[in-house]
């Protein structure tokens, strides 16, 4: 049975005083902390005097006026986002110099090798140019299909400066122009830059070094892809 440390021995009497009972119970260990003052609330209201004996002699006022006049509809509040930005995940199968089919766009067919997965989650591809004309450009791994051939990059050094601002276009300011202009009679070809140039032929000098050593691959990269009947892709290995 709990007997209590500081009995009584008789009514009104303890066996321990007030200053032995603090050092048994080791009260002296425990930090006193100040309970903070609540700040004071900012008043809302003030009393004002009222004239007349019906009135009563005072009355409280609020201080800040509510406004006469409402919106007849409702204002809508922005609410708050708590969605994060995720980086987009990589799928397992794409890897430096994983060989990929593109799907859709422009160079749907065409077999292209990966470089490298920007920072915006889009992919990196070369066809090389000289083999499919395929330049370097991004593409989404949702439109691509991997292929178990890989090309060996080990030699090959993907420069930094190909990230998301180096495909960004330049708005061009729209103009009022002719009326040939507008119904497109002299529509100016799209001269590209000597240095996009430039850039295109020094990454593929090395990925074509690498392709020549492997027989039959540049045939590979050339050739397009397709499903003739009766093919089925699901059950297909590529």
Do not use: C
């Amino acid at each position: 049975m709990h007997k209590s440390r500081n009995s009584f021995l008789a009514p009104g009497i303890t066996r321990l005083s007030r200053s032995s009972a603090f050092s048994k119970r080791a009260l002296y260990k425990k930090q006193k902390v100040a309970a903070e003052k609540a700040a004071a609330a900012p008043a809302t209201t003030k009393t004002v005097k009222v004239n007349g004996e019906k009135n009563g002699s005072e009355r409280v006022v609020s201080l800040n006026k509510a406004s006469r006049w409402y919106p007849a509809e409702d204002v809508a509040q922005p609410k708050a986002s708590r969605k994060v930005a995720k980086p987009t995940k990589l799928r397992a199968t794409i890897t430096p110099g994983t060989v990929l089919v593109l799907l859709a766009g422009r160079f749907r067919g065409k077999r292209v090798v990966f470089l490298k997965q920007l920072a915006s989650g889009l992919l990196l591809v070369t066809g090389p140019y000289k083999v499919n004309g395929v330049p370097l450009r991004r593409v989404n791994q949702a439109y691509v299909l991997a292929t178990s051939t890989k090309v060996d990059l080990s030699n090959v050094n993907v420069d930094a400066k190909f990230d998301d601002a180096y495909f960004k276009k330049e708005k061009a300011a729209k103009a009022k122009g002719t009326e040939e202009e507008f119904f497109g009679e002299e529509q100016k070809k799209k001269v590209i830059p000597e240095s996009r140039s430039a850039d295109q032929k020094s990454v593929d000098k090395e990925i074509l070094a690498a392709v020549s050593q492997v027989p039959h691959l540049r045939s590979y990269l050339n050739a397009s892809f397709t499903l003739r009947k009766g093919q089925a892709p699901h059950s297909m290995k590529f």
